[in-house]
């Protein structure tokens, strides 16, 4: 199950990982998973006990004498109706309960996350409202759950006791009247008591039973939820040129892109820059397909990006993110996830080319050394320069960079560019830049406003009109000045 949701998850597409779902999926993949199905393991024997093991006695009795074994088995319909009803009454709290659950370990991961910036603003000694807030909520529908399933355990309780105590007052007034014998009475007596724990085991089984069946219910959910769809009939690319044909695309009830249409020939590179929020980097997540185009086609070699299976997508394209993230384990390990089957010789020249050797050598543990969670224990460009060499070694003919210096210092920065020259040589290139460093390498640049092409051009040509970029170019360079 943990390989089936993890292999599910890798195809849903990224829109469908808001921030509500960082901590369902959480939940899911921890105690989700581990509770339903540890059912088997757990729950179906003790389950099945208590079910046969009353039923099994209510024929004995019926053998012994058919009075009291009609007696005992008008009780048995009761408690099933009690186990009904208490599960409709308790539905409502337990999906509150897991909604709560999901938001409160959602904040506690974003508190964590955001340790630095509270720190930062002097809020070390006091909680996020949103926190406290989710944190209360769960308490509060936690125990409104545990005060729903009250009336049905109590329910429970008075009906296996007014059961005993109907048998008792039955076999008394029977061995009284000389129908049976007392020694029959007692034997039957003790059969009775023998029910009751079994019965009285139904409310906590009944409860276990129902919060497995609604984790197996969100899983079911999350793994019926459709992934980007594949072809039927997968066409691989044979050359590297990108367009953008009347594309359109819509993120919620924003439009992210309005009508484009833009082509990039193969070798040659094109510079995307605007104002946040244009949609630049959306433009790099529909040419790796991280979303479907609501409208228009993305083309990558001629082929609509639909039409190419997600594995050879990903061979065509080597991405580099602004924000790197490096996985628990080793920079040689990091470093060749571009590659894995790359000999040592190619991942030691990629590292070169990346200039990722001089930190290498300046560490400890050289190849060797532990990167932490997410590459906590790196510097910025030290990621930056693990993840260069990543996309160095996987030797992709398309490069998509986003803003990958625009958080760097200037130290780091001229080694990354190094590197990032050093990838660029001879691919088909889409960066998304604000450092006008970066864009004036390029072959061409469009100015992007809004979802649409505002402007597009050479750099020195956009400069001589003197409209959006031209504007765009003085206010970026102008800090560079006063320097």
């Not at 009944?206 to 459709?226: C, M, N, Q, S």
């Not at 990958?404 to 990838?423: K, M």
Request: charged content about 25%.
């Amino acid at each position: 199950m943990y390989h089936r949701f993890g292999d599910h998850l890798a195809r849903l597409p990224l829109g469908w990982f808001t921030a509500r779902r960082v901590g369902e999926v959480s939940v899911l993949a921890g105690e989700g998973v581990l509770q339903a199905m540890g059912v088997a393991a757990h729950l179906l024997a003790p389950f099945i006990s208590a079910w046969v093991t009353p039923l099994t006695i209510v024929v004995v009795m019926l053998a012994f004498d058919w009075r009291m074994g009609l007696a005992a088995l008008a009780a048995l319909p009761v408690v099933a109706a009690i186990q009904a009803w208490t599960g409709r009454s308790m539905a409502a709290g337990d999906a509150e309960r897991a909604e709560r659950g999901d938001e409160a370990t959602g904040r506690v991961i974003e508190y964590l996350q955001a340790q630095p910036v509270l720190r930062a603003g002097g809020r070390t000694a006091e909680h996020l409202r949103s926190l406290d807030d989710a944190l209360s909520g769960l308490q509060r529908a936690a125990r409104r759950s545990t005060l729903s399933a009250l009336p049905g355990v109590l329910g429970l309780t008075l009906t296996v006791q007014a059961m005993f105590t109907a048998l008792l007052t039955l076999g008394a007034y029977l061995a009284l009247t000389g129908s049976i014998g007392a020694a029959e009475v007692l034997a039957i007596l003790v059969l009775a008591a023998r029910c009751a724990d079994p019965l009285l085991s139904l409310s906590d089984i009944g409860g276990k039973l129902r919060g497995a069946r609604f984790e197996l219910a969100r899983l079911d959910t999350v793994l019926r939820t459709e992934p980007l769809p594949q072809a039927r009939e997968p066409i691989r690319p044979v050359r590297h040129d990108l367009e953008f044909e009347s594309v359109a695309f819509r993120h919620g009830d924003r439009t992210m892109i309005d009508d484009l249409s833009l082509s990039v020939p193969a070798g040659q590179r094109l510079a995307v820059v605007g104002p946040s929020g244009a949609g630049k980097s959306t433009l790099l997540q529909l040419l790796a397909r991280f979303y479907d185009v609501d409208e228009g086609v993305v083309r990558v070699g001629g082929v609509d990006v639909r039409a190419i299976r997600t594995e050879v997508l990903m061979e065509q394209i080597a991405i580099v993110f602004q924000d790197v993230y490096l996985f628990d384990g080793t920079i040689e390990d990091n470093v060749r996830l571009g590659r894995p089957d790359a000999d040592e010789a190619e991942v030691r020249a990629a590292a070169t080319a990346a200039r990722l050797d001089e930190v290498i050598g300046r560490l400890p543990g050289g190849w060797a050394t532990n990167v932490g969670e997410g590459g906590a224990l790196l510097s910025g460009g030290e990621r930056q320069r693990v993840s260069i060499a990543r996309a160095l070694l996987k030797d992709a003919p398309v490069v998509l960079l986003d803003e990958v210096t625009s958080a760097l210092d200037p130290v780091n920065e001229t080694a990354v560019h190094e590197g990032i020259e050093r990838l660029m040589a001879g691919r088909t290139v889409v960066m998304v830049a604000h450092r006008m460093r970066t864009v004036q390498r390029a072959d061409r640049v469009v100015f992007l406003d809004g979802g649409r092409i505002v402007e597009e051009g050479g750099h020195d040509d956009l400069l001589r009109r003197g409209g959006r970029y031209a504007d765009f170019w003085e206010v970026s360079m102008t800090p560079m000045a006063g320097e």
